[in-house]
């Protein structure tokens, strides 16, 4: 059987469709930013443990769930990227809704956490 002209076409096609990450609902990033700065986070991680953060408009993040910890947020483009002392920087996406805020995996969009976004600092 001849191999249609047709068919490299065809087969980039398919392995372009494998290759894409898959899109996941967010945010746009200007609105994220809008929204946390001055705020805190009052809500519960993917394992269920409660946690409130705060996100100060300089940069800062201060917060607790288990223990007291500290660190730094930043958006880049839709992205939030948080670098907490002693670890690598993590970047995820957010979904808000009104005052709840949903925190995604970038890749699959798991769900990390989601609370509720309340302004001021409420975490100490």
Request: aromatic fraction near 8%; hydrophobic fraction near 35%.
């Amino acid at each position: 059987m001849p191999i249609s002209r047709y068919t490299p076409i065809i087969a980039l096609a398919a392995l372009s469709a494998c290759l894409s990450l898959p899109t996941v609902p967010h945010t746009p990033g200007a609105v994220v930013q809008q929204a946390l700065s001055g705020a805190s986070i009052v809500g519960a991680l993917s394992d269920g443990t409660s946690y409130c953060e705060f996100h100060d408009p300089g940069g800062l993040v201060v917060g607790r769930d288990t223990e007291v910890y500290a660190g730094n947020w930043r958006m880049n483009g839709d992205s939030i990227c948080y670098t907490y002392t002693g670890e690598a920087p993590d970047c995820q996406f957010v979904q808000i809704n009104g005052t709840r805020a949903v925190f995604v995996d970038m890749l699959g969009g798991t769900t990390l956490s989601q609370g509720n976004i309340v302004p001021g600092n409420v975490c100490s």
